[in-house]
């Protein structure tokens, strides 16, 4: 009888190789190196938006009806050639192509790769064991994230292109280690797939499973909220005057933040319970973004630190809401769904977020992104809530 809970060392290589990004400290120096204006930089991360988008719930499907390793395999493929691409290029249409191949790797390993965790436990049957699974691998991805931090800053110093080749070494990793997976048994039955079927399940999802749907859309929000604070994080630093050289420095601290964050996010829930957990996430990440816009100074650095804190904890307990109300079956394309709204919605109020920034100011566009996060998540959150309330 197949261990497939060794798929999980292999899981935790696949998020390291995503995660441990070297680029990202230094990319908007690169960019602007090859002759990049801020406009420019923002229209190629919606590209990017929308090649994950374009991709995100096909891919899902596809890893419940080809194979969650057979879809990791080719995520891994694209990931790494993705940034090949990028250490040979120059301009922005060569970044146009990069950021596309990159877009559909993400999309291929988002959503499978979680599905993999929850369905190699149930194998084992081990499922109460899954937040702390995923808060441990996403912990290992910020761990790593950090460390790449340092070492691209370092890397950077000999060219700001030198993190791109040993971002393709880095990224390569993953696909050995999704070649090695074992497939769990679990969702390989006998199921009619097509492409009306996955429209009738995602259908279903929103109009008949209150559960499943409000535990997608909770998910998706605060993702959005996490990934569109990220990209506040450099402008605030250069909003304060952080010396260039200490951007490396806490980058990697709000990082390992995350990481200590999630190792204990189980132990939260655990103790407070899933009502007073999800309030405790929505109303700590809409205090972080509005405290950070009113003290956008040295001061302020502390209410980041207490966002990717919270941060920490959302992303695998919220996740976890979705593996509980979903089958096994469909688990990748409901995560890819997930996924799928968090880059729509990122592609819509990023740019307005960012011409805020460029045209009015840094301390209004974290306002209003924290005024926004908060009322659509109470919008989502509190009927649900309610509604366990009364049948409790």
Known sequence: MANFSKNIPRLYLVKISKWFNMVMPVVVLFYQNND?????????????SIAIVGMEIPSGWMADVWGRRKTLILGSILGSFGFLIY??????????????????????VSGADSAMLY??????????????????????????????GVIGGLLAAISLRTPFYFQFAVAAIAIPAAITMIEPKIHIAKHTHSVKKMIQNIHNTFVTNQNLRTAILLSSVTGTATLTFAWFVQPFFKAIDLPVELFGVFWTALNLTVGVSTVFAYKVEEFLGKRWSILLVIVLLSAGYVFAGISISYWGLGFLFLFYLVRGLATPIFKNYINQYTDSKVRATMLSVRNFI?????????????????????????????????VAALAVTIPWLRTKKEQS
């Open 119 to 148: 369905d190699s436990l149930k194998a084992d049957k081990r499922t109460d064991k899954y937040v702390r699974e995923e808060g441990r691998i996403t912990s290992a991805g910020n761990f790593a994230e950090a460390i790449a």
């Open 342 to 374: 968090i880059r729509i919605a990122f592609a819509g109020i990023g740019p307005l977020l960012g011409w805020i920034t460029d045209n009015i100011s840094l301390n209004k566009a974290f306002l209003l992104a924290g005024i926004i996060y908060l």
């Open 87 to 108: 250490s040979f290029s120059y301009g922005f249409w060569a970044f146009v192509i990069a950021e596309m191949i990159l877009g559909f790797g993400h999309s291929f």
């Open 36 to 48: 990049m204006g801020m406009h420019e930089i923002f229209v190629l991360k919606a590209i990017y």
